[in-house]
Every structure is written in C-alpha cells, then in structure tokens.
C-alpha cells in the first residue's frame, strides 16, 4: 500500500500569515508619509529649484568636460599613432635600403657580393706565386713582382677582412632595427586599441542602449601608468627609433666608403702587380736577347776555334811528314859506306832542320792543346749559357701566363679566353722575344 511522504519543514499558522502581511502594508504607508511630509517641509532643500537647476548644469557640464577630455585624449593619442606610423614607415624604408631596395640599394648584399668577388683577384694571386714557385736555378729570386703579389694577397685579405666588419655590423644593426619595430609596432597596436576604446566612450550618450552600471568602476586598474610614464613610453621608442635609423643611415654610408675604398685599393694594387710584371718582363726580354747574342757570338767563336784546330793539326801532320822525312835522310845516310860517311854540310842542314821541325811540332802541340783548353771553357760556357737561357725562357713563359691569367681580372668571365696554351706552353700572341723560346721548350 502506497505511503503519501511529508517533507519535514517549519508550518506557520494561518494567524501568522495575515500578521505579516497587515505590518507589510502599514509600514508601507507610514513610511510614505513620513517621506511626503519631510520632503515638503518650507525649509527642505528638495524643494528648493535652483538646488535641481544647480544640480542638472553640474551634470551637463561635467559629462561635457568630460566628453571634451576624451576628444583631447582622442587627438592625442592619434598624434603619437601618426608618428609611430611615420617611424615605423621610415624604419621599414631603413630596413629594405639594408637589405631590398633602397635609395642606396641593397647595401649588405652589395657588401656580400663585394666580399665574394674578392675571392677571384685572391686565387690569381695565389695562382701567380703558385706558377711562379716553377722558376729554376737563378731566376728563382724575390723580386719586386712577387713582393707586388705578396703584397696583393695581404691587400685582398684586408679588403676582406673590413667588408666581412661592415657585415657583421649591417647583421647586428638589422637585428636592432627588427626589435626597435617590433617594440614600435607592439607601441602602435596599444595606441590603435586605445583609439577604438575611447572613440567608443566618446561615442556614449543618455540614449546609447549599450550602457548600465559597472562594479566598483573607479578602481584602478592593475598595471596602470601615469600620463608622464605614458608619454616618457612613447617618446623612448620614438627616440630610440630615429637613433637606429641615423645610426644605420651611417653604416649604410660607411659599407659603401668601405666598398668604394676597397675596389680603389685593390685595383691600385692590381695596376702595380702588373706594372712589376711588365717591367720584370721586358728586364727578362732584354737579358734574353742579350743571352741569345751571347750564345751566337759564342757558337761563332766556337767554329771559329774548331777551324783553328783543324788548320793546327794540318799544319802538325804536315810537320810530322817533314819530320819523318828528315829522320828518313839522316837514317839512310847512316849507312854510306867507310870514309863516305862524313859529315858534310847535308848532314848538318838535316840535323838542323830536324831540331827545327821539332820545336816548331812542340810549339804546334802547346798552341792546339791551348786551343783545345779554350774550346772546352767555350763549350762549357755554352752550356751554362743555354742552361740560363732555358731558365730566362721558362721565367718568361710563367710570366706571361700569369699576365693571361690576370686578364680574368678584367675580362668578363663568359668572354676569357686563355692566350697562353698551357700543355704546348704556347702563346696565341705574337712576342719575338719569346718565340725561340718557345719552341726550345716545347
């Protein structure tokens, strides 16, 4: 059988219901009354109009004060918006002349490419004392063409050593100049944010149907600024901004001073090297000619000599059948029979003329073998000559393919061509001075 459950509660009685609800509405009443009679008393201030009038133009002019405040907040901070919009246009123009398109192009880029294009004049140079360590015997010498090509490198290697500086440098400024906009940026949003809120509370009026009471609204918020930490905000980022703008309008100066400074500085370095290597050239040209004229001179001398021998040893045949001849006579007449074998003037004119015949074949002996001294010191000084010839060939040929392979430096590369033929150490141009030698070391 079901069970009606009564939930356990406190029950009043029906006297205690009308009670309450009898002191309810006397109170009411009296209440009322004691506000009606105190409100209209002669001497109440509630009654008095101008206390309302005076009341009413306080409100109006405080909420248009007020209004006015938030319009002079509303231009100032749309000031500053201005002029963060004027930095941070500048500072991207700034950061694009560093690296994109500006009035001074692309200045780290163009420092970039500066410092690359220095590694071709570094590896001729190096080229050049690498082909010019292939000289032998005398002409490997320090002269005033590998002091220019020592003197090439360090001026390459300082080049580069201030271009990669204005690198890092441009690098760093960048990365200034980044945070600079973003704290700009960051500055600019705030005030963009500020801009709507206020001209939304400008906005406001009686009738707007968005307004209503707020808890507590005059609390300060957490974080808040005062207007001067506000405005000292701004003016930081501002300032700080144009300082990394000057400052990098400078490094954007100095990259291309450095630029131009470099490129003057090696290409001054450049005409001297091949000054030094034009001068050693033609010191080398005259010292070959001059070896060349020696070495016809000498091979003349020499056939001049090896005629002298050959009419020496004629001469000293010619004498030895004189000679023997004699010997024959004298021998012969050694065999006349008794008182025959005297000694006349026969005898006498053969001893003579063999004594004769004698010293004059000594005399012949000494002179060929002085001859023949002479020919070997002519024939060894040729060889020392053509030796040296040799050398001053192949220092003229290194030389001149060191002059063709420094043509990179001023030929565009699609348009080189080598000169110098290196496996038939060849040249295409006509150089007299060098054409013997040439061929001799081909």
């Given at each position: 059988?079901?069970?009606?459950?009564?939930?356990?509660?406190?029950?009043?009685?029906?006297?205690?219901?009308?009670?309450?609800?009898?002191?309810?509405?006397?109170?009411?009443?009296?209440?009322?009354?004691?506000?009606?009679?105190?409100?209209?008393?002669?001497?109440?201030?509630?009654?008095?109009?101008?206390?309302?009038?005076?009341?009413?133009?306080?409100?109006?002019?405080?909420?248009?004060?007020?209004?006015?405040?938030?319009?002079?907040?509303?231009?100032?901070?749309?000031?500053?918006?201005?002029?963060?919009?004027?930095?941070?246009?500048?500072?991207?123009?700034?950061?694009?002349?560093?690296?994109?398109?500006?009035s001074w192009g692309r200045m780290k880029e163009s420092a970039e490419q500066?410092?690359?294009?220095?590694?071709?004049?570094?590896?001729?140079?190096?080229?050049?004392?690498?082909?010019?360590?292939?000289?032998?015997?005398?002409?490997?010498?320090?002269?005033?063409?590998?002091?220019?090509?020592?003197?090439?490198?360090?001026?390459?290697?300082?080049?580069?050593?201030?271009?990669?500086?204005?690198?890092?440098?441009?690098?760093?400024?960048?990365?200034?100049?980044?945070?600079?906009?973003?704290?700009?940026?960051?500055?600019?949003?705030?005030?963009?944010?500020?801009?709507?809120?206020?001209?939304?509370?400008?906005?406001?009026?009686?009738?707007?149907?968005?307004?209503?009471?707020?808890?507590?609204?005059?609390?300060?918020?957490?974080?808040?600024?005062?207007?001067?930490?506000?405005?000292?905000?701004?003016?930081?980022?501002?300032?700080?901004?144009?300082?990394?703008?000057?400052?990098?309008?400078?490094?954007?100066?100095?990259?291309?001073?450095?630029?131009?400074?470099?490129?003057?500085?090696?290409?001054?370095?450049?005409?001297?090297?091949?000054?030094?290597?034009?001068?050693?050239?033609?010191?080398?040209?005259?010292?070959?000619?001059?070896?060349?004229?020696?070495?016809?001179?000498?091979?003349?001398?020499?056939?001049?000599?090896?005629e002298d021998i050959r009419h020496l040893e004629e001469d000293l045949r010619?004498?030895?059948?004189?000679?023997?001849?004699?010997?024959?006579?004298?021998?012969?007449?050694?065999?006349?029979?008794?008182?025959?074998?005297?000694?006349?003037?026969?005898?006498?004119?053969?001893?003579?003329?063999?004594?004769?015949?004698?010293?004059?074949?000594?005399?012949?002996?000494?002179?060929?073998?002085q001859a023949q001294n002479a020919l070997d010191a002519l024939y060894k000084?040729?060889?020392?000559?053509?030796?040296?010839?040799?050398?001053?060939?192949?220092?003229?040929?290194?030389?001149?393919?060191?002059?063709?392979?420094?043509?990179?430096?001023?030929?565009?590369?699609?348009?080189?061509?080598?000169?110098?033929?290196?496996?038939?150490?060849?040249?295409?141009?006509?150089?007299?001075?060098?054409?013997?030698?040439?061929?001799?070391?081909?």
């Open positions: 059988m079901a069970t009606l459950s009564v939930k356990p509660s406190q029950r009043f009685q029906l006297q205690d219901w009308h009670t309450n609800s009898y002191l309810l509405s006397t109170n009411a009443e009296r209440q009322r009354d004691a506000h009606t009679r105190s409100a209209r008393r002669p001497g109440s201030s509630a009654m008095r109009p101008t206390t309302r009038l005076r009341a009413g133009a306080q409100t109006i002019w405080d909420e248009h004060d007020n209004r006015t405040r938030l319009a002079e907040r509303v231009d100032t901070v749309n000031r500053w918006k201005e002029m963060l919009d004027k930095c941070l246009t500048d500072l991207d123009a700034e950061i694009d002349a560093l690296t994109q398109a500006g500066n410092l690359q294009a220095k590694n071709l004049p570094l590896d001729v140079a190096i080229q050049c004392l690498t082909l010019r360590d292939s000289r032998r015997d005398i002409d490997v010498v320090k002269d005033p063409v590998e002091e220019e090509l020592h003197k090439e490198v360090e001026v390459i290697e300082a080049t580069k050593k201030a271009l990669q500086q204005k690198i890092n440098q441009t690098f760093e400024k960048l990365c200034l100049l980044q945070e600079v906009r973003q704290q700009l940026n960051s500055d600019h949003r705030g005030k963009m944010e500020t801009l709507d809120i206020d001209r939304g509370c400008l906005s406001l009026d009686l009738k707007s149907p968005n307004i209503s009471l707020k808890i507590n609204p005059t609390r300060v918020p957490d974080g808040s600024s005062t207007l001067q930490e506000w405005d000292e905000f701004s003016r930081f980022n501002k300032n700080r901004a144009e300082t990394e703008m000057k400052e990098a309008t400078d490094l954007r100066e100095a990259i291309a001073l450095t630029i131009a400074e470099t490129n003057n500085e090696l290409e001054a370095q450049r005409v001297a090297t091949e000054f030094a290597f034009r001068k050693r050239l033609r010191e080398m040209e005259k010292m070959y000619s001059e070896l060349k004229w020696q070495e016809k001179n000498t091979l003349q001398e020499i056939a001049d000599l090896q010619r004498k030895f059948l004189n000679l023997k001849l004699c010997h024959t006579r004298l021998e012969s007449r050694t065999y006349r029979p008794n008182v025959e074998l005297c000694r006349d003037q026969a005898q006498y004119g053969l001893t003579d003329e063999v004594h004769q015949l004698e010293a004059t074949i000594a005399a012949l002996k000494q002179k060929l073998a000084h040729l060889a020392r000559l053509q030796a040296d010839i040799a050398c001053k060939a192949n220092s003229m040929l290194l030389d001149t393919k060191c002059m063709d392979t420094r043509r990179k430096l001023t030929v565009p590369a699609e348009k080189f061509v080598p000169e110098v033929d290196t496996f038939n150490r060849t040249t295409n141009r006509t150089l007299s001075p060098l054409k013997s030698c040439q061929l001799q070391l081909a």
